[in-house]
């Protein structure tokens, strides 16, 4: 009967379980904790390495976006000026035909 208990409870263990049951034993043991360690240090700062070339990126593409809206705005405002020259030389040209026309 103990024994189809002990199978029972083995069969309905996660793997999850298995995992964390893994890192308890591992973790009791000195020289595993050790080694678990230095690899969670050597994670850590790998992570540290990722986050500021991405903050680092994140900086650029920010600074990009800017000069090209800069850009599009300057690019509205030379349109609107050609523009405003343009009537303004139509309107001149009237003015001249017309005077043309007088004399």
């Known amino acids: 009967m103990l024994a189809r208990l002990a199978e029972r409870t083995l069969e309905n263990i996660t793997p999850w379980a298995w995992a964390v049951a893994g890192a308890a034993v591992l973790l009791s043991w000195q020289p595993a904790r050790k080694g678990l360690r230095s690899l969670a240090l050597a994670g850590v700062r790998e992570g540290m390495v990722v986050s500021n070339r991405l ?13 090209l809206v800069a850009e599009a705005q300057n690019v509205a405002r030379v349109t609107e000026d050609v523009k405003a020259a343009a ?11 017309e005077f043309v026309a007088d004399d």
Do not use: M, P, S, Y
């Open 55 to 67: 903050n680092e990126l994140k900086g650029n593409w920010r600074q990009a976006w800017h000069d």
């Open 87 to 97: 009537a303004n030389i139509e309107r001149t040209a009237a003015e001249v035909k």
